[in-house]
């Protein structure tokens, strides 16, 4: 070991957190081909959950189960410097309609496998062995992190309060750097 490396110590999960930025600044798309502004609760939920915590929605939309709106959109939003996150709501379930894993895919830089991981865990928890039929995933688009959630309140609000708002601002830390 050389002298420079006695003297770092490693970061804790704690020190990188505390390193990571309070508020932030996210993007949020519901993925429906029903959905409207007045009947999106879904998406409505994780702004009310992203401004609680003290981040800022800085932009959102409805589009289509269409892959290349889907893809456009969060293209869009990960190629912007001033949004930080990009949360996606629906598509994420196994119908023909479901499409935002495979709109997403041919986006990702990497892979946040642990998120889709740890959400059927927690899942599983409520709602027993349906948990498997969800695609709930994470991963990176150049250097913004991209979350998809089902479309359900209650998935929205496992995703959110267990896994999201615990760890966004850590996460954006180490995409960033």
Known sequence: ????????APQSVEEHRGAARA???VAVLTVSDTRTPETD???????????GAGHLVADAAIVPDDE??????VSSWAADNAIDAVILTGGTGLAARDR?????????DRTI???GELFRMLSYEEIGA??????AFAGVVGSTPVFALPGSRNAISL????????????????VKK
């Open 1 to 8: 070991m050389t002298d420079k490396q006695q003297h770092i």
């Open 23 to 25: 508020s932030l600044s």
């Open 41 to 51: 609760t879904g998406g409505q939920l994780i702004r009310q959950l992203l401004e």
């Open 68 to 73: 290349n709106a889907i893809a456009g959109h």
């Open 100 to 108: 935002s894993v495979e709109a997403l895919a041919p986006l990702l």
């Open 113 to 115: 496998d642990g998120f």
């Open 130 to 135: 349906a948990a498997m039929l969800s695609r």
């Open 159 to 174: 995703a959110m309060e267990k896994l999201i708002l615990p760890e966004l601002g850590h996460v954006v830390f180490e």
